[in-house]
């Protein structure tokens, strides 16, 4: 596709997108219109009636790199990926109807949600919606979740996920409103799949511990063949001050030029502690290895995070995150057999001026222990200064 379409293209889908975006508020957020007007555009569609909901925000940001290197990038940092740029990272919008959990009767719903921008390319899924804008445009359009939901009245209520649906494991989100920071922690990119297809129970044992359990295409691809597990629990306090989720995937996967199933399988590991009404503590692990891979018989990787979180006011939050992730000959990273330990320090605030606007400014340092990965590959550590806008609707 010639470079004037993809501009026309990415025109159209902006409006469209924002359009639609525009019908609501995002979960956690009074939609800007909202506050800005006083009026609730949901009132004059049929959702009252139905329950649908239509939400959705558009965020943008700038990420500085004092490097300044030639090839403009960040990696192996993700998202906010590109050195010295200003990039419209998410139109992001969704329509939902929720099921009630608490009926006596079974129950329908679904989810479907847009995403055009440059975070696209990191949560397509291959032979789904890789290739809808072309092969490697900047902004891509991708579908990150597409389900029903269905609810059973059997014991406490089985509820079941049928479709494309973000992953369970992990604590950081491609959903820009659901994190602290701007950018996301190695984990996140390299150590975890973002989507899968297929079906999800979910059941809550009581009102501490909810078990998930489902059967799934792989990681963030479309396939028939050799199916996933994946399966989790989460159990919260009877203060819901303490939460301690783990989650699980394992299955056949093929890789590059191996042209046979292997096994991966990895966990993750997350304990979130309210300390006080104000300051919150998480500390997250990941576990994965791989039986085989294009640089060597096996693969492991493993990392911690740990965030620090802080109300400043209602208005205002301050952050700090610490990580820690091990590439074992290079498989999740840099992909050239190589060992490494990338170290990541990102201190941020958090800031909303009004309902449905939030600012996130953040300072990051990162280190590869080993290797001159980072400017063109010729320094081992980088400095980013970012910051981003979301708008709520």
Request: overall charge negative; proline content about 5%.
């Amino acid at each position: 596709m010639h470079p004037s379409r993809y501009n026309r293209t990415g025109t159209s889908l902006f409006l469209i997108f924002s359009l639609l975006a525009a019908t609501s508020a995002s979960a956690e957020e009074t939609g800007l219109i909202n506050t800005l007007t006083g009026y609730n555009i949901n009132e004059i569609t049929p959702a009252p009636s139905i329950k649908l909901k239509f939400r959705g925000w558009v965020e943008a940001g700038f990420t500085g790199n004092p490097g300044d290197p030639h090839n403009r990038s960040n990696f192996p940092v993700a998202f906010n990926d590109g050195a010295n740029q200003f990039n419209l990272h998410q139109v992001y919008a969704y329509i939902e109807k929720e099921i009630d959990p608490g009926r006596n009767s079974w129950d329908i719903g679904m989810r479907a949600d847009l995403l055009y921008g440059t975070d696209a390319k990191f949560v397509k899924t291959s032979s789904f919606d890789s290739t809808i804008l072309g092969d490697n445009p900047k902004h891509q359009l991708v579908f990150p979740q597409l389900y029903v939901n269905l609810y059973a009245p059997i014991g406490n209520g089985v509820s079941m996920s049928i479709g494309h649906f973000y992953t369970i494991i992990g604590y950081e989100s491609p959903m820009s409103p659901n994190n602290f920071f701007f950018s996301h922690a190695y984990t996140m990119r390299y150590a975890e799949p973002f989507t899968h297809m297929g079906i999800m129970l979910s059941y809550p044992v009581n009102d501490n511990l909810t078990i998930k359990s489902g059967v799934v295409t792989r990681w963030d691809a479309f396939s028939r063949h050799s199916p996933d597990y994946l399966g989790g629990l989460n159990y919260i306090t009877d203060d819901r001050k303490t939460m301690l989720s783990a989650s699980l995937i394992t299955g056949d996967v093929k890789t590059g030029p191996l042209n046979h199933d292997h096994n991966r399988t990895m966990y993750s590991i997350e304990l979130e502690r309210s300390i006080t009404d104000k300051l919150h503590y998480v500390v997250q692990h990941d576990f994965g290895i791989e039986a085989g891979t294009p640089n060597s018989s096996s693969a492991t990787w493993y990392g911690i995070n740990q965030y620090l979180l802080y109300d400043i006011s209602n208005q205002l939050g301050a952050g700090l995150r610490f990580e820690w992730f091990h590439d074992q000959n290079g498989t999740r990273v840099m992909g050239d057999g190589n060992d490494e330990d990338f170290i990541g320090v990102t201190a941020g605030l958090n800031y909303k001026p009004i309902a449905g606007i939030t600012l996130r400014s953040e300072v990051r340092y990162d280190l590869a222990v080993h290797h001159d990965i980072f400017r063109d590959g010729t320094d081992n550590d980088q400095i980013l200064l970012s910051g981003s806008a979301i708008l709520h609707f």
